[in-house]
């Protein structure tokens, strides 16, 4: 007779074994390169939990054990210090952090190294072609982005927040 402070097992679960097989499972590929960060380089808990949530849901596993997941997930991410955008910090993988080294790495070994640029005055009538073609004029900053990117340097990033106009200078 079933307790009331006890909820009734659904016949269908599957045993201990298999649950902790899915759990295993969900949790190696949440951090795997093709699932959290697949298509960005970091996460936060609410990332986690809508991952995690179905596949507990196909897995039948109970909320102890889907909470179990989010936190192994959690232990063995990398966790960022807050920022302005995440302000309750986000997570990383090992693997993207490496990723991310290799490439700081990159840009300081080409930084210094000259390459192929394109002369000051294709870039000048370039721009002024787009600005005629647009009607909207780059800014300063946004010019000498411009130039920075058509010159001789081995690496340039062009970085900024959202709305600054970095996709018009592109």
Request: proline share 8%; hydrophobic share 40%.
């Amino acid at each position: 007779q079933h307790q009331p402070s006890e909820p009734p097992a659904p016949p269908c679960r599957p045993n201990p074994e298999s649950r902790g097989r899915a759990m295993a499972e969900i949790g190696a590929d949440a951090l795997s390169p093709d699932g959290l960060v697949a298509g960005r380089s970091v996460f936060d808990r609410s990332d986690i939990l809508e991952y995690v949530a179905p596949r507990a849901v196909r897995g039948r596993l109970d909320e102890g054990e889907m909470r179990s997941v989010v936190g192994r997930i959690e232990e063995r991410a990398e966790r960022l210090p807050a920022t302005i955008h995440e302000p309750m910090g986000a997570f990383t993988t090992q693997e993207q952090m490496a990723l991310e080294r290799e490439a700081v790495e990159m840009a300081i070994d080409l930084a210094g190294e000259a390459t192929v640029s394109v002369p000051e005055q294709l870039v000048a009538a370039a721009v002024a072609e787009e600005e005629r073609g647009t009607g909207n004029a780059l800014d300063a900053e946004q010019a000498q982005a411009v130039r920075a990117l058509c010159g001789p340097s081995g690496w340039v990033q062009l970085v900024g927040v959202a709305g600054s106009g970095k996709t018009s200078v592109c």
